[in-house]
């Protein structure tokens, strides 16, 4: 089972940008395909971009279009996730997941790791 573990969140202002990063062990990227999904309080999780094997295939909520880039470098075993132009609304915890099968839906997702805050202040 490949282990996932997410880096990069923290405070930022409305406007500002963020470059979250997952870092995969036990198994190679190559072979899965890596979501990021987030999850404010009191909320469900939701999906927000999505990568296949070889990090050519993306797909991304319409909320995030133009504004999350998602990429995946498979010699370095990590995803990154590029957030620009970033709103209050954006405030939640993220997690990237991998899975076997190119997905937007969480319980398709078979590895997760614990997951990084981002806040953003208005």
């Known amino acids: 089972q490949v282990r996932l573990v997410e880096t990069g969140g923290g405070l930022v202002q409305a406007g500002g940008s963020l470059t979250l990063s997952c870092a995969a062990s036990g198994r190679a990227l190559s072979t899965y395909v890596i979501g990021w999904f987030r999850q404010a309080p009191g909320k469900e999780r939701e999906f927000v971009a999505v990568i296949n094997w070889s990090g050519v295939s993306t797909n991304y909520a319409e909320s995030m279009k133009g504004r999350f880039t998602i990429s995946k470098d498979n010699t370095k075993n990590t995803v990154l996730l590029q957030m620009n132009s970033l709103k209050p609304e954006d405030t939640a915890r993220y997690y990237c997941?991998?899975?076997?099968?190119?997905?937007?839906?969480?319980?398709?997702?078979?590895?997760w790791g614990q997951g990084t805050q981002v806040t953003v202040s208005s």
């Open positions: 997941a991998a899975s076997r099968i190119y997905s937007v839906t969480p319980n398709q997702y078979v590895s």
